[in-house]
């Protein structure tokens, strides 16, 4: 979630790299199957950016395994955040739900890191306005652990344990050019 | 530090796109079944109309209140105006009330500019029309729509209007739409050419960064966009010209003439339109004019306006008030 990327890459060490993050989505995909019983009513919602690309990266697997298309969309929370008025105000992301709609369908999340839980707890909030699931449940590529609300993931990637002055990194290929998760050491300033 | 929306000359290219990309996610929310955003909770709007306006007020007040603001509307007509109260103590009053914006439509040219800078009050001011100055909600709606249309939703986004032709027919000497179009499209990078009766072109027009034309049927041929302006009888105190028939037979748009602009290009009109006058049934209704569009996106365009200038805890839209040595 990061964006000041001042700390020089090469320090960053990679803790997953691109086929590690294949086999790990396979994973995941699987372990949503297994818990939705077939995933009939699975609706997949990235979190923009990066989880909008592991939603649809998921979605494929998902479609391997099922045969079926798996709806999947994206919801931006920027409007939702708790330190909207901490910050100058952000760019907006897209939101695109599905056509069917989310209402009575299983609605999985999908974020690339979770941290603090504040994210979550927001997106949390946005669905509130598109519609009532029947469940929802978190997908994360890395739980970097720290949380500071009562919120816990369904699907793990990877459990990284990380100290606070630590920075975790997903860079992916449809955005950075490179699949990996890098581990790396918060610059001295911040 | 600024944050107002005063002019739309005000705006630089990459604000300006800033606010179209904005809009064309907020556009997003009329299709939901609950129409709201919490962005503005907990922020108090004041709609301060001292000229009479129906749809730019209730524009706005869509806005606000998709955004979860507190709206409070004010209209001069049986206000503490009417009784002679000042533009200074009617700021104040509302600065005392705590609101955290002014959106202010005035028949003087200038009034929002001295709401904003003479330090009355600590709101942001968004100006929704002052006199025959400036319109930048209006301009920036104009803009959207026409870069939905003539470049695309989703191709839109991070665009400008580089290269389009406008063409903006009408009384442009009493439109403050016409200018506010004027400044924002030629930093979209568009190009614009006014069409009017000698008598309803400015007097400075030439420093405008634009072209005018008399001959209205040369231009159509070449434009992309063809906006109609209502001829204001209201601010009209002299014969402009000799007759409304005349008029409409040399400046109006009626169906020939449409069908001599190219293929994709689109008719627009800030609404209210004047059917018979500047613009004819058969081209109002056809499904090249964008009036109904228009409206729809100025609840987008507001909403994003709203959201930059109040969201955070300091302004998206960095503004450059000339003060001094600032460059314009």
């Known amino acids: 979630m990061d964006t000041q990327d001042t700390k020089d890459p090469a320090a960053a060490r990679p803790v997953l790299e691109g086929p590690d993050i294949a086999r790990v989505l396979t994973r995941i995909a699987h372990e949503i199957v297994e818990r939705a019983k077939g995933a009939d009513d699975v609706v997949l919602l990235g979190i923009p950016t990066r989880g909008v690309f592991l939603a649809r990266r998921l979605a494929e697997k998902l479609q391997e395994i099922t045969g079926r298309k798996i709806p999947v969309g994206s919801l931006d929370i920027t409007m939702y955040r708790d330190d909207l008025r901490m910050h100058p105000p952000r760019a907006l992301a897209r939101t695109e739900i599905p056509g069917d709609g989310i209402d009575g369908r299983l609605v999985v999340l999908v974020d690339d890191v979770l941290f603090s839980g504040r994210t979550i707890r927001a997106a949390l909030d946005a669905l509130n306005d598109i519609g009532r699931p029947r469940a929802v449940q978190l997908a994360v590529l890395v739980d970097r652990g720290h949380r500071e609300l009562p919120i816990r993931a369904d699907y793990v990637g990877k459990n990284l344990p990380t100290s606070l002055r630590e920075t975790v990194k997903v860079q992916l290929t449809e955005e950075d050019g490179r699949d990996a998760v890098l581990l790396g050491a918060k610059p001295a300033s911040a | ?307 930059l200038l109040l969201g955070g805890n300091e302004p998206a839209v960095t503004h450059t008030r000339p003060t001094g040595s600032e460059e314009k």
């Open chain 2, 1 to 307: 530090m600024m944050r107002h929306l005063i002019s739309a000359a005000d705006l630089s290219r990459d604000d300006a796109v800033l606010i179209l990309d904005t809009a064309e996610e907020m556009a997003r929310v009329a299709d939901r079944p609950i129409k709201k955003l919490p962005a503005l909770r907990g922020r108090t709007v004041v709609n301060l109309f001292f000229e009479d306006s129906t749809r730019t007020r209730i524009s706005f007040e869509a806005a606000e209140k998709r955004l979860s603001a507190d709206v409070i509307n004010f209209a001069a007509k049986g206000s503490s105006v009417s009784k002679g109260e000042s533009l200074k103590d009617t700021a104040q009053t509302l600065e005392a009330m705590g609101v955290d914006a002014v959106v202010i439509r005035h028949g003087a040219s200038g009034a929002p500019y001295r709401l904003a800078t003479s330090g009355w009050i600590d709101a942001a001011v968004i100006n929704a029309g002052d006199g025959t100055h400036q319109h930048p909600t209006q301009a920036l709606l104009d803009a959207f729509t026409m870069r939905r249309r003539l470049v695309g939703r989703d191709a839109g986004l991070g665009q400008d209007l580089a290269g389009k032709r406008i063409t903006i027919v009408g009384d442009v000497l009493h439109s403050r739409v016409a200018r506010s179009n004027v400044d924002l499209l030629h930093t979209l990078g568009a190009e614009v050419t006014l069409v009017a009766p000698p008598t309803l072109v400015p007097v400075g027009v030439e420093r405008w960064p634009c072209e005018v034309s008399y001959d209205l049927d040369g231009v159509l041929s070449k434009s992309d966009a063809v906006m109609m302006l209502r001829v204001q009888r209201e601010r009209m105190n002299a014969a402009f010209f000799p007759t409304e028939r005349e008029y409409s037979r040399r400046y109006g748009l009626d169906g020939e003439r449409m069908a001599k602009m190219p293929e994709h290009a689109i008719v627009m009109h800030p609404g209210p339109m004047v059917r018979g006058m500047e613009i004819t049934a058969e081209v109002a209704d056809s499904d090249r004019c964008t009036v109904v569009e228009q409206v729809a996106n100025g609840v987008s365009i507001r909403m994003a306006v709203l959201y």
